[in-house]
């Protein structure tokens, strides 16, 4: 909604009209949206079950059912030397091989599986390591387990990029098929993605850094594992991107971490409440890291204005930085003005909650920012709808605007704003 009220939206859609389960995951492609969809609750209507569902396969649909199967058919080896000589495998078997492969290098997981059980011939091209350099079983994250992790070791040997993202809830993967995996297979891998596995341990930190010696892109945001398992991060030197958004990371395990990857680019240390003095790390990130494209600060408790002038003063080339609900950061040390002043190159800025925020900012953006592309100040009560303008004026790219519970900013003087600048989004939760 961008201004004015306006009745939320009710969305029904059927689900399952007969689907005995425990467990249902909703996921929202957020792909074509303009900005947060702003979803404020699902509600779900169903009836209690009048038998027992044993089978844990029924449980979880015919959907589910079909993925775990094919799943853990992945190791075939059951195939007969006679059939593999008799070449017996109609019009594929006149293409040679390097048409099969590209045939084949066009399917995705579940349809590698599926030609791979028609035939021995295609079970040694669908098999091939060159078809898993890119392997991803976010999508399947309910079914994969220590088997399928097995499974695909063998033929892996070329994996650069891997997620198991959202995988191993309820114990179904281990750290140690994990490490036996990374052992095997992680020699090539510049791409881990990790997000919310449970599983991942201090071995399995400890694997990762003895092996993946070309890892550039980490993200391990909301893992479980201790500060001590966390501290075996600092034996990477390749890192470019590292994600611990809701980890348990401390000062000293940070900056260890921050001196051996001087190449970062990307950080994300949002809502790491174990970090006590946000503004040391960012002293020796910004001794260290000094080329930082992007950071993630959202509610870092003890960042203070000085880290922010420190980090500002350090890293001049960010383009996106994320200051969200920091409530220590305070306009009347200038700290923003010096942000803006130094990171000429900044195309987005989220100063979401952060109540001092006021005109004097606003016009260090409009002066020094040509590139500012979102700007978002969601609850200042202290900027002017003139200000908004010089911004909206000055940075000829901006495409968004959130001015969400801003007070000065009320429906007509954001449909105003909206009307003179056609190309930019304003953004408005509220209205007084």
């Known amino acids: 909604m961008t201004s004015g009220y306006s009745a939320a939206r009710q969305i029904y859609e059927t689900v399952c009209r007969f689907l005995h389960c425990s467990l249902i995951r909703l996921e929202f492609n957020h792909e074509q949206a303009g900005y947060y969809p702003e979803l404020d609750a699902v509600e779900l209507y169903g009836v209690e079950a009048k038998e027992k569902v044993g089978h844990v396969n029924r449980a979880l649909g015919f959907q589910t059912e079909r993925t775990v199967k094919l799943l853990k058919q992945l190791s075939l080896t059951d195939y007969s030397p006679s059939e593999e000589a008799s070449g017996d495998f109609g019009y594929f078997g006149l293409l040679p091989d390097e048409l099969i492969q590209y045939i084949v290098s066009f399917l995705d997981l579940l349809s590698l599986s599926k030609a791979a059980q028609t035939c021995s011939l295609l079970f040694r091209h669908c098999y091939d390591p060159s078809l898993y350099s890119q392997l991803d079983l976010q999508p399947y994250w309910n079914t994969v387990d220590d ?168 890293c001049p080339n960010l383009v996106e930085l994320d200051l969200g609900w920091i409530n220590a950061l305070h306009s009347g040390s200038r700290c923003f003005i010096t942000l803006f002043e130094n990171c000429k190159n900044l195309q987005k800025i989220f100063l979401t909650a952060i109540r001092s925020v006021n005109e004097k900012d606003m016009e260090a953006i409009a002066n020094n920012c040509p590139n500012m592309q979102q700007v978002d100040i969601l609850g200042t009560s202290k900027v002017s709808p003139s200000s908004v303008t010089k911004i909206a004026m000055s940075c000829k790219s901006l495409c968004l605007f959130d001015v969400s519970f801003c007070s000065q900013l009320t429906s007509e003087v954001v449909d105003d704003l909206q009307h003179q600048f056609p190309h930019v989004s304003f953004k408005r939760s509220f209205s007084t």
Not at 164 to 188: D, E, M, Q, R, Y
Not at 228 to 234: A, E, T, V
Not at 271 to 289: H, L, Q, S, Y
């Open 147 to 314: 088997c399928t992790l097995e499974a695909f070791q063998s033929r892996c040997t070329r994996l650069e990029r891997f997620s198991l993202s959202w995988t191993g809830g309820c114990g179904h993967l281990t750290a140690p098929v994990f490490v036996s995996f990374i052992k095997t297979c992680g020699f090539n891998v510049t791409c881990l993605r990790l997000a919310c596995c449970q599983f991942i341990q201090k071995e399995s930190i400890d694997a990762i850094a003895a092996t993946c010696s070309t890892l550039k892109e980490l993200d391990l945001q909301s893992c479980t594992l201790s500060a001590d398992g966390l501290s075996g991060l600092s034996k990477l030197s390749t890192l470019t991107s590292l994600n611990l958004y809701r980890t348990q990371v401390t000062v000293s395990v940070m900056q260890s971490i921050a001196r051996a990857n001087p190449g970062l680019l990307h950080l994300n240390l949002g809502a790491c409440n174990k970090i006590a003095a946000f503004d040391d790390v960012m002293e020796t990130i910004g001794e260290n890291c000094k080329d930082l494209h992007s950071v993630d600060l959202w509610r870092a408790r003890s960042f203070t204005s000085l880290g922010l002038i420190l980090l500002a003063e350090n």
